[in-house]
Each structure stands twice: as structure tokens, then as C-alpha cells.
T-cell receptor
């Protein structure tokens, strides 16, 4: 029984470059979430997918950010023209299709550093 | 107003002692869920325990228990018999609204409490 996986675990990039992160949820989970966590803070919600449909986006998700989940399995989060303020931990979580199952299970995160 | 408030930025506890981490929440929704997660220095968020707003009993999971006081809007985490491996950041989080088949039910997190277990 594998958990949520994320790749890469660490990414260092220069300001202005594009980066893409991948998340593989727990296999039977159809709900997928992206969160961002900056130093000293709790995670903040970015976006939510149910199957392949992106159903909710936070105001935090500027037009430089785009997320996809093309086949309802893995998801990607792309940041275009990175800024130093994008430096953070990006966490992915998944949740069961059973609507009574409330718990989100998190992956190890991708730590982004923008120089 | 903050939806989740954790007033203890840092806590120390002796090994084998019990410790309580405080969490208060703010919502007008009658249906909500409360969660505690542990985040070691490696960064992964590890789910510990869950309490639904309609649950009659306080949740327990091994050494973890949740002291749920609905009228006071508090959901404190109690860790019994602390171990060195319990040293980590602990986050309280809330899901508001009914668990709908079409709803995302995102989590709102507090700022966390850094727990240090000492010998």
C-alpha cells in the first residue's frame, strides 16, 4: 500500500524559469489537493481536483500557476516565470472517493527554492 | 479572524510525560471536521487523529487523543507517554461544510506548535 508520492523532492531554480512538480496520489483516491507552505506557517490550499476536473482554485493560485490532472490519476503543478516569493514547500494530498472518508493524506512535498 | 488558532509556538515535555497541544477554531458551520497532523523536519505531513463535529465521543488513536469541547470551540491534542520521536511540528486543521460528493472540503491549518521531547 503506497502512499502519496511527489517528485522532485527538492528543486532549485533561478528567477524567471519555469518549474513543474508531479504528484501521484494513493491509487484508489479520486480527490487530489495542492497546498503551499511557507516557512513558519501552516499549509495553505491552492487547488482541488475530483478525478480529472479541477473544481476549486484559491486566490493564491495566480495566472503563473497551472495545475492539471489529465487522466484522473497523477497531477502536475507548473509555475511559470518563477519569483523569489514562490519559494516554499508544495504539498500534495489525496482523499478517498468515499464521501464519508474525510482524511487527506499528504505526500513528502517538493521544496522549491528560487534564487 | 483566524479560523484555527494555535497559541503555543513551542512546547517542551519530558520523555514519558503527557503533553497537551492547544487548538481553538472558529466556524459558523454546524458540520465540520478537525484534524491533527505531525510534521517532522523531513517535511511530510503525517495524519494523527480526526474528530467530526457530530461525533459524541472524543477521538483516540493509540497514544493520541483529542479533547473536543464543542461549546468552547477547542480541539486540543493530548499525547500520552511522550517519546523522543514525537519531537516535531504539530498542526491543527479544520474542514468546514458537509462532506459532499462534489465538494472539495479543503483544509484550513493553524500556524503549528513545535514540540520538543527531552530526556
Amino acid at each position: 500500500d503506497t502512499g502519496v508520492s511527489q517528485d522532485p523532492r527538492h528543486k532549485i531554480t533561478k528567477r524567471g524559469q519555469n518549474v513543474t512538480f508531479r504528484c501521484d496520489p494513493i491509487s484508489e483516491h479520486n480527490r487530489l489537493y495542492w497546498y503551499r507552505q511557507t516557512l513558519g506557517q501552516g499549509p495553505e490550499f491552492l487547488t482541488y481536483f475530483q478525478n480529472e476536473a479541477q473544481l476549486e482554485k484559491s486566490r493564491l493560485l495566480s495566472d503563473r500557476f497551472s495545475a492539471e490532472r489529465p487522466k484522473g490519476s497523477f497531477s502536475t503543478l507548473e509555475i511559470q516565470r518563477t519569483e523569489q516569493g514562490d519559494s516554499a514547500m508544495y504539498l500534495c494530498a489525496s482523499r478517498s472517493r468515499d464521501y464519508l472518508a474525510d482524511t487527506q493524506y499528504f505526500g513528502p512535498g517538493t521544496r522549491l527554492t528560487v534564487l | 479572524a483566524q479560523k484555527i488558532t494555535q497559541t503555543q509556538p513551542g512546547m517542551f515535555v519530558q520523555e514519558k510525560e503527557a503533553v497537551t497541544l492547544d487548538c481553538t477554531y472558529d466556524t459558523s458551520d454546524p458540520s465540520y471536521g478537525l484534524f491533527w497532523y505531525k510534521q517532522p523536519s523531513s517535511g511530510e505531513m503525517i495524519f494523527l487523529i480526526y474528530q467530526g463535529s457530530y461525533d459524541q465521543q472524543n477521538a483516540t488513536e493509540g497514544r493520541y487523543s483529542l479533547n473536543f469541547q464543542k461549546a468552547r470551540k477547542s480541539a486540543n491534542l493530548v499525547i500520552s507517554a511522550s517519546q523522543l520521536g514525537d519531537s516535531a511540528m504539530y498542526f491543527c486543521a479544520m474542514r468546514e461544510g458537509r462532506r459532499l460528493t462534489g465538494g472539495g472540503n479543503k483544509l484550513t491549518f493553524g500556524t503549528g506548535t513545535q514540540l520538543k521531547v527531552e530526556l
